[in-house]
């Protein structure tokens, strides 16, 4: 994993085991990697994966099932789709809605690209 210099290293973590699960990479009450196998894996220091799993805990992704490890919760996939909502609509959608402004872009032009991009990337 390449991680960006604009954002902190535990939410880009959050984002790839966020995206794993929105993929169906890992399932519900499927185990998830430890935080020493995470942190070998990304070549991170385990204190930041800590940190990653704790507020994908606090919000419901994730489950601590003690001394066993951690687990995809249930619902996992409406926590994954609230949380990454409230990002994207937070952080995300002004840079965009600026850019649409600035560039005059109208809507019917962006509906065409985003019906071209689904259809090339999620029909198969």
């Not at 185990?31 to 070549?43: F, I, N, Q, T």
């Not at 507020?55 to 249930?74: P, Y």
């Not at 019917?108 to 985003?114: G, P, S, V």
Request: some cysteine; overall charge neutral; hydrophobic content about 40%.
């Amino acid at each position: 994993m390449e991680f960006r210099d604009n954002k902190a290293i535990y939410l880009q973590i959050v984002e790839y085991v966020c995206e794993h699960i929105l993929l169906g990479k890992w399932k519900a009450d499927e185990k998830v990697p430890s935080v020493r196998e995470m942190a070998v894996a990304l070549e991170v220091n385990p204190n930041t994966v800590m940190r990653t799993y704790e507020l994908l805990q606090n919000k419901n992704i994730i489950n601590n099932k003690r001394g066993i490890g951690f687990f995809v919760a249930e619902n996992a996939i409406e926590g994954v789709k609230s949380y990454r909502k409230v990002q994207f609509m937070d952080d995300e959608l002004p840079v965009v809605f600026r850019n649409i402004y600035l560039l005059n872009i109208g809507f019917d032009e962006l509906k065409t690209k985003y019906e071209t991009f689904v259809k090339e990337n999620f029909n198969a």
